[in-house]
């Protein structure tokens, strides 16, 4: 599947949905129209693109920060040869949400998420010990804030 | 309002969350669906979720794509070494490039990184990443000591975050 393989209407509807709807009784009922579809065509095509992976999640998007979460993205230098095992063992921690090889020296990048700094100090210093691993941790000090992303 | 039928704002917070956590129910009115859910009337889940998007508690109520099906096959972190006193002014104009997804300053690790903004940018292709990269480039001007570009190999773990953290 390719964004090719969608028709002129799922770009548009996608491009609306990303930029976020209203909180108002029947908040599909602008973007219907501005559609030509019904309110409940909208509803069920969110649904086809949720069941279809097009859509990864639809609904509130929380802030966690704002919601007494941590979030920190951490680098490592990992080895060739034990990578499959040390990717193991750091996703291994629950704390550990997202984990990504990057094409670079540091070629592991992950995102741990807790409740509290010292839940994520704690849970580096855990991974450290049982990989050896020396981490970078790059907790973000400024988020430049996005409105509509990826025009389809 | 009577004492048992009144929610605190803390807990309906929590129970709005708590239902709409795995998305938002796929009705026409689904602020309705979520207000039967929680045990209260939609206006009250409607104002409480308007209080939560202007204090940035929610940030949108919105679809997340996945890039990678919507044929965004490659994805760049691109990071740059920005002087301090412009790096605030430049990553608000980076943040908006409609090719970036994301866009954050972070600290540096001297000697080994010197990299303090992070801009991530997802496109069709390699060439047409390089291509944005080359853009942000331009923006950052003389303000820019050296950037680099970090594609993605493979993805080891991705599991959806919990609203409060921690837990998975």
């Known amino acids: ?152 | 309002m009577s004492p048992e039928t009144k929610i605190a704002a803390d807990e309906l917070e929590r129970r709005i969350i708590e239902a709409t956590e795995a998305g938002l129910p796929l009705v026409v009115e689904p602020y309705a669906e979520v207000a039967r859910q929680v045990g209260t009337s939609p206006e009250i889940v409607m104002t409480t979720m308007q209080r939560m998007l202007e204090r940035g508690a929610i940030r949108r109520i919105a679809a997340v794509p996945d890039h990678y099906r919507l044929g965004f096959r490659a994805n760049g972190m691109t990071v740059w070494d920005v002087d301090d006193g412009d790096v605030d002014r430049l990553g608000a104009l980076v943040g908006q490039l409609d090719f970036v997804t994301h866009c954050y300053r972070r600290p540096r690790h001297l000697p080994g990184w010197s990299y303090n903004l992070f801009a991530m940018v997802h496109a069709e292709t390699r060439e047409e990443v390089m291509k944005k990269s080359a853009e942000i480039r331009k923006l950052l001007g003389r303000s820019l000591r050296g950037g680099d570009v970090l594609f993605s190999k493979r993805i080891l773990k991705k599991t959806g975050f919990r609203s409060r953290g921690g837990t998975r």
């Open chain 1, 1 to 152: 599947m390719n964004q090719h393989a969608l028709s002129q209407t799922d770009r548009e509807l996608l491009n609306i949905l990303q930029a976020g709807i209203p909180v108002v009784p029947r908040p599909y009922a602008a973007c219907a129209e501005a559609l030509g579809l019904s309110e409940e065509q909208v509803v069920s095509r969110i649904g086809e693109m949720l069941a279809g992976g097009l859509l990864t999640r639809f609904g509130p998007m929380f802030n966690v920060e704002k919601m007494g979460g941590e979030f920190t993205l951490v680098a490592a230098k990992v080895p060739a040869e034990s990578f499959e095992d040390i990717s193991e063992q750091v996703n291994a921690f629950p704390g550990v949400a997202h984990n990504y090889e990057r094409e670079h020296e540091l070629n592991m990048w992950f995102v741990t998420a807790t409740s509290t700094k010292a839940e994520t100090d704690a849970l580096l210093r855990a991974i450290s010990e049982k990989t050896g691993l020396t981490l970078f941790a790059m907790p973000k000090e400024k988020e430049f804030f996005l409105e509509l992303k990826l025009k389809l």
